[in-house]
Nanobody, 124 residues
Framework: EVQLVESGGGLVQPGGSLRLSCAAF????????MGWFRQAPGKEREFVAA???????AYSDSVQDRFSISRHNGKNTAWLQMDSLKPEDTAVYYC??????????????????WGQGTQVTVSS
């Protein structure tokens, strides 16, 4: 059974940092691309960052230069390092897996499995 388990969310002040983790189970991690999405109340789920099986990365304009996605295929884990956090980064963050390692996809409908989400709140 495929499972994606996020952790690391919480409350942080503006300008602070958080590191989200996504532990993967039940599939060959190195054969998959991984993505992070977020959804704020009343808004659609949006792309944040993605990483291919070989380590190529992509970011949304709103998080470029502040967030960093990484993965360790031996540990079946992906991370999202979030720095210089802003109140507008407040959302539920989701880890997602696309069952194809060779590309980076930006659309929600391209991903095959999703985690349960972890809340990130940026507030003073």
């Amino acid at each position: 059974e495929v499972q994606l388990v996020e952790s690391g969310g919480g409350l942080v002040q503006p300008g602070g940092s958080l590191r989200l983790s996504c532990a993967a189970f039940g599939f060959t991690f190195s054969n998959s691309a991984m993505g992070w999405f977020r959804q704020a109340p009343g808004k659609e789920r949006e792309f944040v960052a993605a990483i291919s099986g070989s380590g190529n990365t992509a970011y949304s304009d709103s998080v470029q230069d502040r967030f960093s996605i990484s993965r360790h295929n031996g540990k079946n884990t992906a991370w999202l390092q979030m720095d210089s956090l802003k109140p507008e980064d407040t959302a539920v963050y989701y880890c997602a897996m696309e069952n194809f390692a060779g590309r980076i996809s930006y659309g929600v409908n391209k991903y095959d499995y999703w985690g349960q989400g972890t809340q990130v709140t940026v507030s003073s």
